[in-house]
């Protein structure tokens, strides 16, 4: 076990090393300057060189690849091009929003979708089981902002039940920051609960065609006990593998919400990173995201045996 | 009738409806039977008779499709099949029990053996934990599995097959049903553990007077085991008697036929060895698995171990064995299907052992496989014509030259020729295999290797793909390698034997020395085990 988490651990070294230099080169080849966007419109062709050595740009690309690689190794993520703070800073900041719209989302999929998989397959064939995969199509096939607006227009404009748009801290009113988190975390949802149900369906039905079914069966047991206990603890593994892999969909959907929603979270900052052509901020986030990745997909196969005993690394 | 002696399984006239589309209209048709308490019945038929759908019935647990017609099961007199869903529940584990055939699978496998068996008292007894363990230790001790505080909290991959059957009865049993339902126990144990297992059962419930109704389509399980046999065909039941009498005095032609298919353990005078030249030989070959982990020492599985063997042109070397002895290993390395690790493979002259792929392709023509499940082994998308020339055609021969000699081979396998364009689902086992046994002929090899090619096959039907293999060879003079775990089919079919156990040969020579008088102590246990083999099956004219 401590085996395979090591292993699995100095994996993520290449794995980053390889999304560091796609980041830093596929940054550097795509037009636009950001020391033009910095100088703005009326800037002077001096003023923007001017900036331009200021920030580093005017060195060979591979000098500037290495420098900032060794400021990484030393847990120097540099300076923000635009927003003049540290990334580092910047992203502590802007983490809260991402990290309680990403749980909450995670949280409502799971709680929504699994049961409702769970009676899909088990009342399979039915009208239920009709609704519950019409659904999911329908999930999957909605863009995440049409969701969000729907959602707004009847809870928030016309019912009025809840804040159009904003971001409270959780220690600021938590309150205030439950009734702001509440559309956004079900706008995310949608496609998670899409995705689970699906899998979790698919994984169940195949759970209850197994021989120790018909052996629990054969036991007089409730059909409760035969579902949960008998079924389901089986068709786990399948379902976090697709949590895992949709965790990866989540940081793309966060964009999405954040910014249908304002929240200010790690989403928009990098909407905005991006859209100011601001590459330390950038590249910095999407390390982050690869990190979050591939540790979230490390748990996620550790708790694979939790579930399967027969399961060991 | 006395009370003691009731039945406690009645079957009366008994109907169960097919859905619609069916090849048939009932799966079962009026099939009336028996069980006295301490009595064991079997049921016997081929797949397809029904006699699963019987136990499956009587348990109420029915596939949805099927639909039990008409009739009565009276258990202890009470009519089960007007029983609701939650008597039903009641009645299992408690007054009826089921065992099912395969113990791999038949067990959950995340949770421990022991609270599987602790939900049939925690459903059915008010027993508190502590009441219950002692309990469950107690049955652990009864169907003898070693250390019951151990396989109390193993998990099902821990335990061997035979151990996992064990854990299967004890939970069927722990509560005393006075009846015990046993839907082919022992088919996919290895023939030793069949014989512990089987006798297991006949003296747990002869113990507690238990009345079981065992299914099989192994006659020597049935002579091994049963009191009264029931035979089934096509849902019908065609005859019923004590078991003395209808193996060695059966009615019924069914019957009749079913019992002459049954082959002999006694191996069949094969005539002195012929002088061909050697097809194939193998010198000290030898298959290594090893696992590599990074921190850990790597777990070193030797499946195949200085293994010497030679096959001469016309003849039938048998490779016998239990499940992980080593014999498909070998089979799959002298096709170069897996590599082996050690040791020399010379295909006439050539040694094939250690050759690379590319120099290995021309020779690949030469081996050729029949494979043991006919429904896995072909590929549903193509039709059967087209699996037979694609070997041909890599080779070089044209489309048309290929399809006349597919056609020719039907008719050498005994199908009609007419039917190359169907898809493989449009024939029955016993069909595909012979068309899997034309797709390897058509390659013309040298060495046709039979890896359980007859195992999934009912007995009618085997013995049909047995005579048929044999006259292949006879006619084709082609070598033959027969890897199979059935001691009466080796006795039938090879000319040598070589039987072996853990990787190794244990004793390898003619038929007839190595079924008349073996010397090696493994192979004497393995004989030993056979059920039935106290029996001679007669062979009755069917006419």
Known sequence: ?313 | MPEAKRPVLEVRNLSVTLPTGADRVHAVEKVSFTVAPGEIVCLVGESGSGKSVIAFTIMGLLAKALKPSSGEILLEGENILAADESRLRELRCTRMSMIFQEPMTALNPVMTCGLQIDEVLATHTKLDAAQRKAKIIAILDRVKLPEPERIYASYPHQLSGGQRQRIMIAMALVLDPVLLIADEPTTALDVTTQAEILKLIAELQEGQGTGVLFITHDFGVVAEIAHRVAVLRWGELVEMGPTEKILSRPEHAYTKMLISSVPSIHPAHRGVRKDGPTVLRTEKLGKTYSGNAFFQKARVVKAAVDVDLDIRRGETLGIVGESGSGKSTVARCIARLIDPTDGKIFLGDTEIATMSAGKLRPHRRRVQIVFQDPYRSMNPRITVGDSIIEGPMNFGLKRDEAMARARKLMETVRLDPNSLDRYPHQFSGGQRQRICIARALAMEPELLIADEAVSALDVSVQKQVLELLDEIRVRLNLAVLFITHDLRVAAQICDYVAVMSKGHVVEYGSAEQVFGAPKDDYTKALFAAAPGRNWEFGKFATA
Not at chain 1, 7 to 13: D, K
Not at chain 1, 164 to 185: N, T
Not at chain 1, 204 to 209: A, M, P
Request: overall charge neutral; aromatic content about 10%; some cysteine.
């Open chain 1, 1 to 313: 076990m401590l085996d395979f988490i090591i292993r699995r651990l100095i994996a993520i070294i290449p794995v980053l090393t390889v999304v560091a230099v796609f980041v830093f080169l596929m940054l550097r080849l795509t037009p636009g300057d950001p020391a033009a966007v910095i100088a703005g419109d009326n800037a002077t062709s001096d003023q923007i060189a001017d900036i331009r050595t200021k920030l580093g740009l005017d060195e060979p690309i591979w000098t500037q690849f290495v420098i900032w690689i060794s400021n990484i190794l030393q847990g120097n993520f540099g300076e923000s091009f635009f927003f003049k703070k540290t990334v580092a800073e910047l992203i502590a900041q802007r983490v809260e929003p991402t990290l309680a719209l990403a749980i909450c989302t995670l949280v409502i999929a799971v709680t929504v979708a699994v049961p409702m998989g769970v009676l899909a397959a088990y009342r399979h064939g039915s009208l239920l089981d009709r609704i519950v995969m019409g659904f999911s199509v329908l999930g999957f096939s909605v863009p995440v902002f049409v969701i969000g607006y729907c959602l707004i227009y009847v809870f928030a404009i016309e019912l009025g039940w809840l804040p159009v748009q904003g971001y409270i801290r959780i220690g600021v009113s938590f309150w205030g920051f439950l009734e702001r988190m509440i559309l956004p975390s079900i706008t995310l949802a949608v496609i998670f609960v899409a995705l689970i149900a699906r899998m979790t369906r698919a994984s169940v039905l195949e759970v209850l065609n197994e021989d120790y079914i018909r052996t629990a069966r054969a036991k007089g047991l409730s059909n409760r006990v035969e579902l949960m206990r008998h079924a389901l603890r089986n068709a786990a593994v399948p379902i976090l593998t697709v949590i895992g892999l949709g965790i990866a969909g989540l940081i793309g959907g966060a964009v999405v919400t954040e910014s249908v929603y304002g929240l200010p979270g790690l989403g928009r900052l990098t909407v905005e990173a991006v859209l100011s052509r601001d590459f330390p901020t950038i590249q910095t986030v999407i390390l982050l995201f690869s990190v979050v990745y591939v540790v979230i997909n490390l748990l996620i196969d550790i708790s694979y045996t939790l579930f399967d005993p027969r399961i060991r690394y």
